[in-house]
């Protein structure tokens, strides 16, 4: 086993909706539901002045800003995704709804964020889930409070086109921070595009790998006294089903070239993360490892293919990776 395996470390369907990309990642938003217009509640973005946000920055609380910086990692993000990560401590859900509800609409009467022209519709989970994402006036007053450079960064609502997969990594990133909120788990590091790109050269050409996800946990290990907690580094792929198999397998040939570039294993002691593709079915699940094995024999095991719902067990290191690490010319050609 090569030291990959010890050091555990895209497609755009035309409509989310119909291809079921909003469920690309079950969990407590991972609904297959229908899509609807309200176009009440998404009403064009107003153009606001400088001197408007200027007065309105010190107003802001540190709950806002916590807000407003994660949609902009998150570029778009479920109103409850955003209750899971700051309304997680009230006694009820309900009573969590509504404080998540009251804090998103005073954010969007203040312009600075907006909610897509689309909502999923739950009615049989007993909810409207409303996607949001940060309006021009939200990205200025966070150039305004974070001292960046003052640019006019025109955000524009997402299409349909771009909705199920930007969605699906954002509910992968909230799983993530659900999941290491126990004593045992850290999470270290979270990176999103294009924070989480790697730039390197191929044939003296530069190169970048963009991955959907990084993040880095660590983990207490009771059984050890010398060093107790251990760390883990992943790569994340988000596959709605759509892509093309020749596809999926140029990008895990990026993998590779970044693999012999060498450049995060000198960064992080030799270790490279584990290349996590998250698929939708079974099938999906067979096909991908049986391809990655025919077209990458006697490589290293960097991929894991996995389902959404092993995403939690992956994070806590609880989940049985051998049958799922690839490529391993040693095992069975998986039933399609």
């Known amino acids: 086993?090569?030291?990959?395996?010890?050091?555990?470390?895209?497609?755009?369907?035309?409509?989310?909706?119909?291809?079921?990309?909003?469920?690309?990642?079950?969990?407590?938003?991972?609904?297959?539901?229908?899509?609807?217009?309200?176009?009440?509640?998404?009403?064009?973005?107003?153009?606001?002045?400088?001197?408007?946000?200027?007065?309105?920055?010190?107003?802001?609380?540190d709950l806002d800003w916590k807000i407003l910086k994660t949609i902009r990692r998150c570029r778009v993000i479920l109103g409850r995704q955003v209750g899971r990560l700051y309304f997680d401590g009230y006694k009820t859900a309900h009573a969590s709804t509504v404080a998540t509800n009251r804090k998103l609409k005073a954010l969007t009467s203040l312009?600075?964020?907006?909610?897509?022209?689309?909502?999923?519709?739950?009615?049989?989970r007993g909810y409207v889930a409303y996607i949001y994402y940060l309006t021009e006036a939200g990205e200025r007053i966070l150039q305004i409070h974070l001292g960046e450079p003052e640019t006019r960064k025109r955000n524009i609502e997402p299409s349909t086109v771009t909705l199920a997969h930007t969605i699906s990594v954002s509910e992968c990133y909230v799983q993530a921070v659900e999941t290491c909120r126990r004593d045992d788990l850290k999470l270290t590091e979270m990176q999103l595009e294009p924070e989480c790109w790697r730039p390197y050269q191929r044939n003296y050409k530069q190169c970048t790998l963009k991955p959907d996800l990084a993040f880095v946990t660590e983990k207490q290990d009771w059984s050890?006294?010398?060093e107790p907690w251990y760390e883990m580094r992943w790569f994340v792929e988000m596959d709605l089903n759509?892509?093309?198999?020749q596809t999926i397998?140029?990008?895990?040939?990026?993998?590779?070239?970044?693999?012999?570039?060498?450049?995060?294993?000198?960064?992080?002691?030799?270790?490279?993360?584990?290349?996590?593709?998250?698929?939708?079915t079974e099938s999906r699940r067979n096909s991908l490892i049986r391809h990655i094995c025919g077209n990458f024999p006697q490589y290293p095991r960097i991929f894991a293919v996995i389902l959404p719902d092993e995403f939690t067990a992956l994070v806590r290191d609880e989940l049985d990776l051998e049958r799922y690490l690839c490529p391993d010319t040693n095992r069975k050609e998986p039933r399609l």
């Not at 086993?1 to 990309?21: E, I, L, V």
């Not at 759509?242 to 198999?245: F, P, R, S």
Request: glycine share 6%; aromatic share 8%; net charge positive.
């Open 224 to 226: 050890s006294h010398d």
């Open 111 to 124: 312009g600075l964020i907006q909610a897509v022209n689309q909502k999923i519709d739950c009615r049989t």
């Open 1 to 61: 086993m090569s030291k990959a395996d010890c050091n555990r470390g895209r497609t755009n369907p035309r409509n989310p909706a119909q291809n079921g990309g909003f469920g690309s990642i079950s969990g407590k938003d991972g609904y297959l539901c229908e899509t609807v217009s309200d176009d009440s509640h998404a009403a064009a973005p107003r153009r606001t002045s400088r001197k408007f946000l200027l007065e309105l920055e010190p107003t802001l609380s």
């Open 249 to 280: 397998l140029t990008k895990c040939r990026r993998y590779y070239d970044y693999y012999r570039s060498d450049m995060e294993q000198k960064l992080h002691d030799d270790v490279f993360p584990l290349v996590v593709w998250i698929v939708k």
């Open 242 to 245: 759509t892509e093309n198999i």
